[in-house]
């Protein structure tokens, strides 16, 4: 798991550092461990490589918003669904984001780690 110590300094330049810092040591430790979970899972299931600035970045942010949206009752079905009509015209559904369970900036963070455009990733064959 990433430790404390080193999300603690992730935060010491974040907007959010009031937020994080604020939070009992056993919530930030809690959403740390969450957060790991959340990430893990987004890459399938590999273990993360915390010497990797991408992969600190993906779990600290997803720990912040974990800790900073626990009230906000997160429905990943509905949030997903979006749908509109127009009487007599018709309607349409249609999928708003990937995974609304993963704050935005944790998803760019994966966005590097899986190697999308924009990620250069050199690996010998």
């Not at 935060?11 to 937020?19: A, G, I, K, V, Y």
Request: proline share 3%; hydrophobic share 40%; net charge negative.
């Amino acid at each position: 798991m990433l430790s404390l110590e080193k999300a603690d300094e992730y935060f010491q330049l974040h907007l959010l550092r009031d937020e994080w810092m604020g939070a009992p040591e056993d919530s930030r430790k809690a959403a740390l461990n969450m957060a790991e979970q959340d990430i893990s899972l987004e890459l399938g299931g590999t273990e993360l490589d915390y010497a990797d600035i991408f992969a600190v970045g993906a779990v600290c942010e997803q720990a912040v918003f974990l800790l900073t949206s626990q009230g906000d009752g997160i429905n990943p079905v509905s949030a997903l669904l979006q749908s509109e009509s127009v009487d007599g015209i018709g309607s349409r559904t249609y999928r708003s984001r990937s995974n609304p369970a993963i704050s935005t900036r944790a998803e760019r963070f994966l966005e590097h780690l899986r190697g999308r455009p924009g990620a250069v990733r050199i690996s010998r064959g």
